[in-house]
Nanobody, 116 residues
């Protein structure tokens, strides 16, 4: 079970960038970033899986492909989400969790608001 602490959210203009960070207590081979917009269900944004010897596999939701990049620094127990070309529809609370998510491990998340 992981205990995440997300940070890095904020208000950004359309087309801007943000980098989210998640410091994780505990460890998980597979980690993901998720988001939940008002009135919508939480959805997976991106995932990263340790394969072997620092090799990782990443996967992205269609809306994140080409704009977002997930990475992990196991030495610092941190997972990052670099988000570029942000759109108003990316406005949501962003969470990290294991993949698949552990219902006991949802943190408070970090708010991302994309607005002019």
């Amino acid at each position: 079970q992981v205990q995440p602490a997300e940070s890095g959210g904020g208000l950004v203009q359309p087309g801007g960038s943000l980098t989210l960070s998640c410091v994780v207590s505990g460890s998980a081979r597979s980690m993901g970033w998720y988001r939940q917009a008002p009135g919508k269900q939480r959805e997976l944004v991106a995932g990263i899986i340790d394969i072997i010897r620092s090799r990782v596999q990443t996967n992205y939701a269609d809306f994140a492909q080409g704009r977002f990049t997930i990475s992990r620094d196991d030495a610092k127990n941190t997972v990052h989400l670099q988000m570029n070309s942000l759109k108003p529809e990316d406005t949501a609370v962003y969470y990290c969790n294991s993949m698949p998510p552990n219902k006991e491990s949802w943190g408070q998340g970090t708010q991302v608001t994309v607005s002019s």
